[in-house]
C-alpha cells in the first residue's frame, strides 16, 4: 500500500461545477502539501497545511490530522483549473516529500 | 525574485553515459530537493541538501548522486545511464528544510536512449 493514496485518479467536471479531491496517509507528517502540474511539466505549490483549513480564492484545502486524510476543494470550476493536483505529506524531521500519483482533473466548458 | 532555474531543460543521451543537471535556487533559500518523475512511478524523492550537506536521500542506486555549493546552487549526478532514467528532474528550493513551501522549477526533460 502507497503511503500517499489520492481518489480519485481522474476526475472529469462541467465548468461551475463544485470539485473535491481527497488524499489519505498512513505515515507521521509535519506537514502536508497540495501541489498543481499543469501539461508542459511546471509544478505550483497551493498550499501547504499542518492544520484546519486554508482558503485561496477559489480553492480550499482541508486537514483532518487525526483521521490521516487531507482534501482540495475547488468551487465554481473552470476550464483553466484543469491540470494535475498532487498531495505530497513532509516528513519533517527527515527534510523528504512523499507524493501521491496525483488527480488528473479535466473541466470541460 | 528570480524563481529557481534549471538547466538544461532537455537532454538526450544514450544507455552508458553519465549526465549532469544543474539547479539554481531562489536566492536566500538554503535548502535544495531534487525529485524524478517518470509515468510510471510519479514523482519520487531523490536527495536534500542544505549548506552543502546531503540530509536525506531516496530509494535510488549509487549511480545517482548530488552535491551542493557555498552558494546553494546545486547539480545531481547520473553515471552509466539507463533507458529507465529516462524522466522528467525537477528541483526545488526552500528557506530551511523545515517544513515550509517548496519551490519548484521547470525540470530537465532527460531522454536515454
Known amino acids: 500500500k502507497n503511503e500517499v493514496e489520492q481518489s480519485p485518479q481522474n476526475l472529469t467536471a462541467q465548468e461551475g461545477e463544485f470539485i473535491t479531491i481527497n488524499c489519505s496517509y498512513s505515515?507521521?507528517?509535519?506537514?502536508l502539501h497540495w501541489l498543481q502540474q499543469h501539461p508542459g511539466g511546471g509544478i505550483v505549490s497551493l498550499f501547504m497545511?499542518?492544520?484546519g483549513k486554508k482558503k485561496h480564492g477559489r480553492l480550499i484545502a482541508t486537514i483532518n490530522i487525526q483521521e490521516k486524510h487531507s482534501s482540495l476543494h475547488i468551487t465554481a470550476s473552470h476550464p483553466r483549473d484543469s491540470a494535475v493536483y498532487i498531495c505530497?505529506?513532509?516528513?519533517?524531521?527527515?527534510?523528504?516529500?512523499?507524493f501521491g500519483k496525483g488527480t488528473l482533473l479535466t473541466v470541460n466548458p | 525574485k528570480a524563481g529557481v532555474t534549471q538547466t538544461p531543460r532537455y537532454l538526450i543521451k544514450t544507455r552508458g553515459q553519465q549526465v549532469t543537471l544543474s539547479c539554481s535556487p531562489i536566492?536566500?533559500?538554503?535548502?535544495v530537493s531534487w525529485y524524478q518523475q517518470t509515468p510510471g512511478q510519479g514523482l519520487q524523492f531523490l536527495f536534500e541538501?542544505?549548506?552543502?550537506?546531503?540530509?536525506n536521500k531516496g530509494n535510488f542506486p549509487g549511480r545517482f548522486s548530488g552535491r551542493q555549493f557555498s552558494n546553494s546552487r546545486s547539480e545531481m549526478n547520473v553515471s552509466t545511464l539507463e533507458l529507465g532514467d529516462s524522466a522528467l528532474y525537477l528541483c526545488?528550493?526552500?528557506?530551511?528544510?523545515?517544513?515550509?513551501?517548496?519551490?519548484f522549477g521547470p525540470g530537465t526533460r532527460l531522454l536515454v536512449l
Open positions: 526545488a528550493s526552500r528557506q530551511t528544510g523545515a517544513p515550509e513551501t517548496q519551490y
Open positions: 505530497a505529506v513532509d516528513g519533517g524531521s527527515n527534510y523528504k516529500l512523499t
Open positions: 505515515v507521521g507528517i509535519s506537514a
Open positions: 541538501y542544505f549548506s552543502e550537506t546531503q540530509r
Open positions: 497545511l499542518s492544520s
Open positions: 536566492s536566500g533559500h538554503r535548502s
